[in-house]
Structures are given as structure tokens and as C-alpha cells.
């Protein structure tokens, strides 16, 4: 009897370990803009066991429309603030968009909100012109570090989003 009680203290402490470990990303503005565009860089970071694995410089929003309601659909505002499933890391074809680059990993709020159909991409244009930024979903600077961002996520098992700010 005092054995299988021993056992479960070991489970539950075991339990509480294993779900602090799960990978998260994390994303939050910095001062740096873009200094073509004016874009504020956004800061999205891969976290495992508590420790910051890697970052990715990303944009999200328009330029001009960062102060915007982020909760309203079509403001073309940052992300709101809030926790989102990370979805799987998908190819994304010759009928997609081009201003969505090659992947897509689909992000949902799991709060509520008036916005949807978010992801994470790469953002082609940014700060070489006027579609610099996005409609509100994450668009990564560069093209390699969309690639390694999909590998880890995939790699990692990523399924949790903490938008900062």
C-alpha cells in the first residue's frame, strides 16, 4: 500500500514536470522598426523547458495600423494579446497567395475574438513596399527562418502561442 502511494506522489510530481516542459512560442513587439517601411519588428521566440531556444524577427499588422482594435476583423492590427493553438506546418501551393511565401502554420485564439483565419508566414514583402506587414497574422522577415521555424514546431511538437502585447 505505501508503495503504490509512493508511485503516485512520483506521477503527479512527475506530471507537473513534463507539462512545464512543453515548448511554447512567444510573441512580443520590440523598439526596432524596419526602416524602410516603418514596420514595428515583432519578436517571435521558441521557448523549451523554460529556456529561449531561438528568435525570429516577424511582423504583424500594418505599419500604420498597430494602434488599431486588434479584436475587429479587416482592422489589419496586431494579433490581440492572448493564448492561440498552434496548428500543424502545412505547404502552401500556387493558388495560395504569394504574400503568404511557401508554409503556413495556422494559429487559433483560445479566446474570444472577431478575428480569425491566422496563421504564421513568411511576409515577402516586407520592408520593400506598401503590403509590408500583414493583415494581423505573424509574417516572418526572412525566408530561412520560416524554414526552421516550421522544422522546430514540427520538430518540437509546438502547440501553444502566448501573444504579449
Do not use: K
Amino acid at each position: 500500500m505505501r508503495g503504490s502511494w509512493i508511485v503516485a506522489l512520483i506521477g503527479v510530481a512527475l506530471g507537473t514536470a513534463v507539462a512545464a516542459a512543453e515548448p511554447q512560442l512567444t510573441l512580443q513587439q520590440t523598439a526596432r522598426r524596419l526602416p524602410q517601411t516603418g514596420d514595428p519588428i515583432w519578436l517571435l521566440s521558441l521557448h523549451v523547458n523554460e529556456e529561449t531556444v531561438m528568435h525570429f524577427d516577424a511582423v504583424s499588422g500594418r505599419a500604420h495600423r498597430q494602434d488599431a482594435n486588434r479584436h475587429q476583423t479587416g482592422s489589419l492590427a496586431p494579433l490581440p494579446p492572448g493564448t492561440y493553438s498552434v496548428g500543424e506546418v502545412e505547404p502552401l501551393g500556387p493558388t495560395d497567395p504569394a504574400e503568404l511565401g511557401p508554409l503556413w502554420i495556422g494559429i487559433e485564439p483560445r479566446f474570444a475574438t472577431g478575428r480569425g483565419h491566422l496563421g504564421i508566414h513568411l511576409d515577402p514583402s516586407a520592408n520593400r513596399n506598401a503590403n509590408s506587414g500583414t493583415l494581423g497574422c505573424i509574417g516572418l522577415i526572412n525566408p530561412e527562418a520560416m524554414a526552421d521555424l516550421a522544422s522546430l514546431v514540427e520538430q518540437r511538437q509546438v502547440r501553444t502561442l502566448q501573444v504579449m502585447n
